[in-house]
């Protein structure tokens, strides 16, 4: 039989997690966890209280949470929560996050759902009132003091006559047997203390002075080094591996082929290099890639499988009847997550149990991947959250935590694996190429009467899940099958709108099923979605699908508000009925001073140095955040280099936990989506990947003339909490589109606006 | 194999690697620093740099033998927890940063041209950091940082 451990003899036996828990050595010391649980490690049960929180005989509180932080403020803002909560002060609040013995599983930490997950009136957030509720009643009883009688004070429960009782006295080191109440009042904002301020990051200290324990930075007692040899072409076959190739390579360990995978171990990281670079591997070549110049008719020309996401069957005949009818074409390249630190993870995979030290976002399914990729049963698989460097999505880290799994599995010691920036540009999962295609019929009133939008995208891979560990690189060549798109004709849209991906723009009413979800008030819609396969892996690179189809929606309300000789804010205004987009259009075109004029700007000289002004703005996923966003450029029209000056962003998230918080989330979205609208895209030629390192695939550094970037934060403490963290990304392309639109009277429809790119939309002028 | 010796942020080491193998193995794997980290490993992010005679080196390309006799800080030699150094300071009060993987490059590379050129201008800062990269794009909270340690300087 399985010896089932429990929570406690997991904390107090293994001495891994001194390695995990020393990830917060330069935050001050909290008790060492200490949660009184008796959970099936695996099965840590989400409605039971004491896998939520734990009171230390000390009074300080360990909670557990399986959202974690990835290097976006995750882990302050969930400690200030609990803080919050139980009305203690942030330093007495340990937080542990994503780790398969002692977090509940709460999925992946991705796709701007660890706000709305954890701060409403479910999980983490529900579990700490619950505990407050529950000690304040403690309290009740201990003191003889009716509970509406009694205040907390940083844990402490006091009554008016002065007695007192503090948390530790009433529960620490105990368990609260207690499951989480549902109804358990969570603390309005009008009382915050510790949520609704800007908190500096917890973390902000360590990483300044070089001390934060990053994923790269495990070192486990043991520990060898191993580097993958990934296939030079896409779809390329192992025919032969020659092992005697680096036989002359000191320290090397083994050499690992498992069906197409391949890696080398070795004791020192720089030997595991060379063996890895030295390694004589006869690779089939792979089935060749389309090319790339004409890759978005490619797509057209694919099987698809279609989700039909409104339609209300008279867009035919209104863009018949239309004064005027526009069209124009959108198109997007694949990206990369390109991550600063090229992905890392520690593995040590032993006969009957393993330990995963991983950046991964997916702590459970990451343990259901490594069980497949093993054999060994997924109890058995322990795997520890250690952040790693910004991921922005799916990069690398699940694929280099299975690379690291294989190679410890081959060699039955700890391996630690670092990948190159070659290797993960190779062949990551890359964010979605697109083309969008849009066409508007405008009434003889200048107001739009009918939107028809028909878009194509790309998919093959993904998130791994609990059962696809095919899905990324690793898994592939290791002989599983990632996902692909099965062709399927669309059915008639079905109960209700589904926008996550917003690829209804925010002007149509959204109308399925008779209730009508959309943020806009044109009636007249039809918005048709293809997924198409694709030759290259694909994953959710952050504000997936949105960010494109916001590109392409936004920036053809551009088109046609310059076709009417509207305002861009006014015309917006015109067609959005939703008050909370309404307002963060508001809120921006005012703190922009933005002046009530149709674009393109007049009296601009068509060549030299122009300027002009951008609006975009969405109602994230349908209704998870609401952001608006202007950018003022300057427009070089001979050299064609666009320098965006100036980006006002107006966010509503509902409550806002941490405002400066969310200022930085803020800010660096939209450099962000200003790095991947002027120069990120991926690039290959018949066979392979080109774009493999910073030279050829071209981020803005650091050095650039930064623009000024200015937030307007509309608070919302009656409204739910939503995500923020991939909201301005997704408006800067569009937002810096319009302006380049406004300053010359160019349109670009193509992303990355590159310098050639913007001449070329220069010259078609006319 | 012969043993190196090396000194890095005030403390002699001897390590027993070949000469070849990239500074940066030695301080994150022998030394267990985690200051300098492993960005691309072709000199074209600066997550690996480090200050060697008061200049901003990528130690993903310098082999061992070319620092021998000279000190290596990295950014934890700068300044510490309890005492930052001045420009540590300045990032941890804008809080420039987040998630803080690409900083030796951002840190270093901005002392090292301020310490030498207290006077520098907007171009010269930029110029600098042209090959430093940050993917969060943290850029407005780093540049304001720089500019508040060289308002110190100056």
């Given at each position: 039989m399985k010896k089932e451990l429990s929570r406690r003899d997991f904390l107090k036996a293994s001495g891994a997690l001194v390695v995990s828990f020393s990830a917060s050595s330069a935050i001050p010391p909290f008790a060492t966890a200490q949660?009184?649980?008796?959970?099936?490690?695996?099965?840590?049960?989400?409605?039971?209280?004491?896998s939520w929180l734990a009171v230390a005989s000390d009074g300080s509180v360990t909670a557990y949470t399986g959202k974690c932080d990835l290097g976006q403020g995750m882990y302050t803002v969930q400690t200030q929560l609990v803080a919050e909560e139980l009305c203690v002060s942030i330093e007495k609040v340990k937080l542990i996050q994503c780790d398969t013995s002692v977090t509940p599983d709460q999925g992946t930490t991705s796709g701007s759902q660890s706000t709305p997950t954890n701060f409403n009136t479910r999980n983490l957030a529900q579990a700490a009132a619950t505990a407050r509720e529950a000690l304040i009643?403690?309290?009740a009883q201990s003191l003889g003091v009716p509970a509406d009688q009694l205040t907390i004070e940083d844990g402490v429960v006091g009554a008016k006559g002065g007695q007192r009782v503090s948390y530790s006295e009433l529960i620490g080191g105990k368990?609260?047997?207690?499951?989480?109440?549902?109804t358990a009042k969570r603390r309005s904002p009008s009382e915050w203390k510790v949520l609704g301020t800007s908190v500096p990051s917890l973390d902000r200290v360590a990483l300044m002075t070089g001390t934060f324990e990053f994923v790269h930075n495990i070192h486990v007692p043991g520990m060898v080094h191993g580097r993958v040899v990934r296939p030079p072409e896409i779809g390329a076959t192992v025919e032969k591996v020659d092992e005697m190739s680096v036989q002359h390579i000191p320290g090397v360990i083994k050499v690992v082929a498992r069906n197409n995978f391949v890696g080398v171990v070795a004791e020192k990281q720089w030997e595991a290099a060379q063996a890895a670079k030295d390694l004589k591997v006869s690779w089939k070549p792979g089935p060749g890639l389309p090319v790339q110049t004409d890759f978005y008719?490619?797509?057209?020309?694919?099987?698809?499988?279609?989700?039909?996401?409104?339609?209300?069957?008279?867009v035919d005949d209104k863009l018949k009847s239309a004064a005027h009818v526009l069209k124009a074409t959108y198109s997007y390249p694949y990206q990369a997550h390109g991550s600063i630190g090229s992905s890392c993870a520690v593995a040590d995979v032993q006969a009957d149990h393993a330990t995963i030290w991983s950046p991964t976002q997916s702590a459970y399914p990451t343990q259901h991947g490594i069980s497949m990729l093993t054999g060994l049963t997924a109890d058995s698989v322990r795997v520890i959250f250690v952040r790693g460097s910004g991921c922005y999505g799916l990069n690398a880290a699940d694929t280099v935590s299975f690379d690291a799994a294989l190679l410890s599995q081959a060699v039955h010691k700890p391996v630690r694996v670092q990948l190159t920036r070659q290797d993960e540009f190779l062949s990551e999962n890359y964010g979605s190429a697109c083309v969008i295609l849009q066409q508007v019929g405008i009434g003889a009133n200048g107001a739009i009467q009918a939107w028809d939008c028909e878009s194509w995208s790309v998919s093959l891979g993904g998130r791994p899940g609990y059962e696809r560990p095919g899905n990324v690189i690793?898994?592939?060549?290791?002989?599983?099958?990632?996902?692909?798109?099965?062709?399927?004709a669309a059915a008639a849209p079905t109960g209700e709108l589904r926008n996550g991906s917003n690829a209804v723009p925010s002007y149509l009413a959204g109308c399925v099923s008779g209730k009508c979800?959309?943020?806009g008030s044109v009636r007249s819609e039809r918005v048709l979605m293809h997924a198409v396969r694709s030759p290259l892996f694909t994953g959710p690179l952050r504000s997936p699908l949105r960010l494109q189809n916001t590109f392409a929606h936004e920036c053809f309300m551009d088109e046609v508000s310059a076709h009417v000789k509207a305002d861009p804010v006014e015309f917006r205004l015109q067609h959005l009925s939703d008050a909370r987009i309404v307002g963060v259009v508001k809120a921006a075109a005012q703190k922009a001073n933005w002046v009530t004029r149709p674009s393109p700007q007049r009296g601009n000289a068509s060549d030299g140095m122009v300027t002009g002004r951008g609006i975009a703005c969405v109602a994230y996923e349908g209704a998870n955040g609401y952001a608006a966003l202007v950018a003022e450029v300057e427009v070089d029209q001979v050299s064609g280099r666009v320098q965006p000056k100036r980006f006002v962003a107006a966010l509503d998230c509902g409550p806002i936990s941490n405002p400066d918080g969310l200022r930085n989330q803020i800010e660096g979205g939209v450099l962000q989506g200003t790095s991947r609208a002027l120069g990120e895209e991926i690039t290959w030629d018949n066979r392979k990947v080109t774009s493999i390192d910073w030279r050829s695939y071209h981020t803005l550094p650091l050095g650039i003339e930064a623009p000024i970037i200015e937030s307007v934060l509309l608070d919302q403490p009656a409204a739910k909490a939503t995500g923020a963290g991939e909201t301005a990304i997704t408006l800067a392309a569009a937002a810096i589109g319009n302006a380049i639109f406004d300053a010359t009277g160019a349109r670009i429809r193509q992303v990355p606006f590159t310098a050639d790119r913007v001449k070329e939309a220069l010259a078609a002028r006319g | 194999m012969a043993a190196s010796s090396l000194k890095v942020n005030g403390h002699v080491h001897k390590v027993d690697v070949p000469p070849e193998t990239p500074l940066l193995y030695v301080l994150s794997d022998e030394l267990q620093l985690r200051g300098p980290k492993?960005?691309?490993g072709l000199a074209q992010c600066g997550a690996c740099t480090v200050i060697i005679q008061g200049k901003a080196v990528r130690s993903c390309v310098t082999p061992i033998s070319a620092v021998t006799n000279r000190e290596v800080i990295t950014l934890e030699g700068v300044g510490s927890p309890e005492k930052p150094h001045a420009i540590q300071q300045d990032f941890i009060d804008?809080?420039?940063a987040q998630c803080g993987f690409c900083l030796s490059g951002v840190i270093l590379s901005a002392k090292a041209l301020l310490d030498e050129n207290p006077k520098a201008s907007d171009e010269q800062i930029q110029e600098a950091l042209s090959n430093v990269l940050c993917r969060c794009f943290a850029h407005t909270r780093m540049m304001r940082a720089i500019k508040r340690y060289q308002a110190r300087r100056a």
């Open positions: 949660g009184p649980f008796d959970t099936h490690p695996s099965h840590v049960n989400p409605d039971k209280l004491d009643g403690m309290a368990r609260f047997e207690l499951a989480v109440s549902a008719n490619y797509m057209r020309k694919q099987d698809s499988r279609d989700v039909m996401l409104v339609n209300s069957k008279d690793t898994g592939m060549l290791a002989g599983f099958d990632p996902e692909t798109i099965t062709p399927r979800a959309g943020a | 492993f960005g691309c804008e809080g420039a």
